[in-house]
């Protein structure tokens, strides 16, 4: 079998009939397959996980479209590779022809500078960008860039997308199709795949090849076992680190430095980018910490800010720093749980009108329609409060911020039930 390129590879989808997953954007009536099937396809970033099928979706509009289609993967290429792409686009492009496709992997790694180079060439149509990103595009891509192109997300396989990619890998592949394989349990299988497409194939194929003989029955062990024996198999390309970045958060939940710090090591020996865990701890603190010690969002702000600036190696110590005082500070997702309990109630009650009072007055006439009438301005009242009512009058008495039992918000909850008198 090894005469063989990788199952993953053997196994990748040509046309848009043969794409398993994201329904959403290339199933029947779906916003981009309405676009690839008009002909005409514009800029587009596509921003998901590993292994959903990003590179692949690029090659199959690029054959669809019956487009010249260059590759370059943001690693190991720079602006001098970005010019001479847009320069053999130029020379090949005829008043009548279409765009070539220029389609650029990880894209969140391109510098600033790599990406004004491209800006000139999408904006003159000389060639259609199709970017690939595991990363939020807002935070890592240019904003003049990020204009001109649409964004879509695409997810993590489903499992009944799992389910069709293995079984179409059984009978359609040329060496899988020879031997008598019996799935006789898939949960490890798909357990271990994460949603990731490649990562699935990469596990069957270890497992297939774990075994002798053309009749193999692939149970939860089996593929335990196999992985166990050989973790980096479906990790080939650093796709574990979202099971890494899993484990490093749930460390600084749990308040266990030793296991936090590990975990961080883990993403630095294997390359990670600091940023991303920089990203992470950021998160984490108004998440996990949140109003317990609302000064951990500060400090993990000032790190993702020193990692900008310092960079690898030395920016390891000033993650290390930032992890331990998360994992060691008292937690509270009291603000996590007010946002969300508050967005529910925003889609359950639509569009309530802000209460009169409470409304700007900037003309003569929307002060005589009562706009800011009746207001109290907090600063000429003692302590600098007067009770008054700041919410819709039909939801006024919702409560979305609940404290938590730590010395920070023990504090905070004694100031507000001085303030506000029973009503928390």
Known sequence: MNAYPPLAERQRPTTLDQYIGQHHLVGKDAVLRKMIDS???????????PGVGKTTLAKIISQQLDR?????????????DVREVIEKARKSKFFSSPNPILFIDEIHRFSKSQ?????????????????????NPSFEVISPLLSRCQVYVLKSLEVDDLRKLTKKALTTDEVLKKKDINIQEEEALFRFSGGDARKLLNILELVVNAHDGDTIDVT????????????????????????????????????????AVYWLARMVEGGEDPKFIARRLVISAAEDVGMANPNALLLANQCFEAIKMVGWPEGRIILSQT?????????????????NEAQALVRQTGNLPVPLHLRNAPTKLMKELGYGKEYKY????????V??????EEIK????????????????????????KGRF
């Open 220 to 259: 939860n062990d089996k593929v335990t076992q196999c992985l166990q024996s050989d973790p980096a198999a479906y990790d080939k390309n650093g796709e574990m680190h979202y099971d890494i970045i899993s484990a490093f958060i749930k460390s600084i939940r749990g308040s266990d430095p030793d296991a």
């Open 378 to 385: 907090s600063h000429d009242y003692p302590k600098n409060f």
């Open 68 to 80: 010249p289609f260059y590759n370059l993967s943001a690693i190991n290429s720079g602006v001098k």
């Open 115 to 135: 990406q004004d180079s491209l800006l000139g060439a999408v904006e003159q149509g000389v060639l259609t960008l199709i970017g690939a990103t595991t990363e």
């Open 397 to 420: 008495n919702n409560k979305l911020y609940r404290p938590q039992n730590n010395p920070q918000e023990s504090k905070i909850l004694e100031r507000l039930k001085r303030l506000w």
């Open 387 to 392: 009770a008054q009512d700041f919410m819709p």
């Open 39 to 49: 002909g005409v396809i514009s800029s587009i970033i596509l921003w998901g996980p």
């Open 323 to 339: 992890t331990i005082y998360l994992a060691t500070s008292p937690k509270s997702n009291s603000a996590y749980m007010a946002i």
